[in-house]
């Protein structure tokens, strides 16, 4: 403390020292985060003048949010106004409770840049308890950071009024196990909470005689995505894209079934749907009941996935070096293995009969001019 009080009267009493400790306030709020070659007490009395700051200083919430967060210029500027950052030391605990747990600096930018709010957090009511009870019911420290990363509401999501009771609501229908997965594929849930969307279409689950059909298990993650497809929205959307997939020739009993292997498929956009039917079955000559034997294939980006591996199978229909897909091989082999595999199995594998095939695949050249 006298060491401390002698700092303070140097601060204000001599100009050397006055000069020192203005020049590290600058650097701090210019952004440099290791001013190191200044005396290790002027550093903290230098850090106790930048903690406590003016809500009329958001230069300085810009600087950290870029230098301590990893945000960009662009996103700091946005994220400070939703932030008073009135101490530095508060906001470095924040990033140290995260690193602690396992969050990378790249998820961390992610949190940050959405909910820059946290900086200012009281860690034992805020963060922490959030972060230890997904630890506590079985969510690994990878899966925690990655649904993080695009929901950091959890972290400031009222544990006791809505987290736990939430929890406890599903662990009655479902295992430990199968309940750290709702959280991975479905974290949406904790934030909103199971009474007003999610207990009544259990109900439905339970009794309705038709939904029973399904035949899903309750202890089984396809449950999982079937009870978010029947939540809500996705409920009405569901219906509606049960009308969609009949105008391609699907039946009752063929969307039923498609449904069980991947009840995804039922809420994606009439618009995204019908595009990809269309290319399926009128660009490549695909029945609509192929399609419905992997309706996993609806969920994959038609420009990224689904137009450039299919035009490379187009070639190699045309060349004779395949037979038909729907007799000789399955939608999976073609779009669900990753792209290394795939380039080796229908690119790499035909580049001495097909040289231009690469080209084909990255969209470089037609599939008729090959």
Same mark, same amino acid.
């Given at each position: 403390m006298v060491a401390l009080h002698n700092l303070k009267a140097l601060r204000f009493g001599y100009s050397q020292s006055s000069r020192i400790v203005a020049?590290?306030?600058?650097?701090?709020?210019?952004?440099?985060?290791?001013p190191s070659h200044f005396p290790l007490q002027v550093q903290i009395l230098c850090r106790h003048f930048t903690s406590e700051i003016s809500?009329?200083?958001p230069n300085v919430a810009v600087n950290y949010l870029i230098n301590s967060c990893g945000l960009s210029p662009k996103d700091a500027i946005s994220a400070s106004k939703r932030v008073k950052l009135r101490s530095l030391e508060r906001a470095d605990s924040v990033l140290a409770c995260l690193r602690n747990h396992g969050i990378c600096q790249t998820r961390i930018t992610s949190v940050i840049k959405?909910?820059?709010?946290?900086?200012?957090?009281?860690?034992?009511?805020?963060?922490?308890?959030?972060?230890?009870?997904?630890?506590s019911i079985g969510v690994s420290r990878e899966d925690l950071a990655t649904t993080l990363s695009y929901n950091p509401r959890l972290l400031i999501t009222n544990l006791e009024n809505r987290?736990?009771?939430?929890?406890?609501?599903?662990?009655?229908l479902l295992s430990a196990k199968h309940v750290a997965s709702v959280f991975k594929a479905g974290s949406w849930i904790f934030v909103e909470g199971h009474s007003k969307k999610v207990a009544p279409n259990i109900e439905v689950l339970r009794e309705s005689d038709e939904v029973m059909k399904m035949g899903f298990n309750l202890e089984k993650t396809s449950?999982?995505?079937?009870?978010?497809?029947?939540?809500?929205?996705?409920?009405?959307?569901?219906?509606?894209?049960?009308?969609?997939?009949?105008?391609w020739g699907w039946s009752e009993d063929v969307a039923l079934s498609a449904f069980r292997k991947n009840p995804l498929c039922m809420i994606h956009s009439e618009k995204k749907i019908m595009k990809a039917?269309?290319?399926?079955v009128n660009k490549m000559g695909w029945s609509s009941?192929?399609?419905?034997?992997?309706?996993?294939?609806?969920?994959?980006? +038609? /420009?990224?996935?689904?137009?450039?591996?299919?035009?490379? $199978?187009?070639? %190699? *229909?045309?060349k004779g070096l395949i037979k038909e897909v729907e007799k000789t091989m399955s939608l999976y082999s073609l779009l669900f293995?990753?792209?290394?595999?795939? +380039? /080796?199995?229908?690119?790499?594998?035909?580049?001495?009969? $097909?040289?231009? %095939? *690469?080209?084909?695949?990255?969209?470089?050249?037609?599939?008729?001019?090959?």
């Open positions: 020049s590290i306030t600058q650097r701090f709020l210019s952004g440099d985060p290791k809500e009329t200083q959405h909910r820059s709010e946290l900086l200012q957090a009281d860690l034992e009511k805020t963060v922490l308890p959030q972060l230890e009870f997904f630890r987290i736990v009771p939430t929890y406890d609501f599903l662990r009655s449950s999982v995505k079937a009870i978010r497809a029947l939540c809500g929205r996705s409920k009405l959307k569901c219906n509606r894209n049960r009308e969609v997939y009949r105008r039917m269309d290319f399926f009941i192929t399609i419905a034997k992997y309706p996993g294939v609806i969920s994959f980006s +038609l /420009e990224k996935r689904i137009v450039p591996r299919c035009s490379v $199978v187009k070639v %190699l *229909l045309l293995p990753a792209e290394k595999i795939f +380039l /080796e199995s229908f690119v790499t594998k035909y580049l001495k009969e $097909v040289p231009q %095939l *690469l080209n084909v695949y990255q969209g470089k050249v037609d599939v008729w001019d090959v």
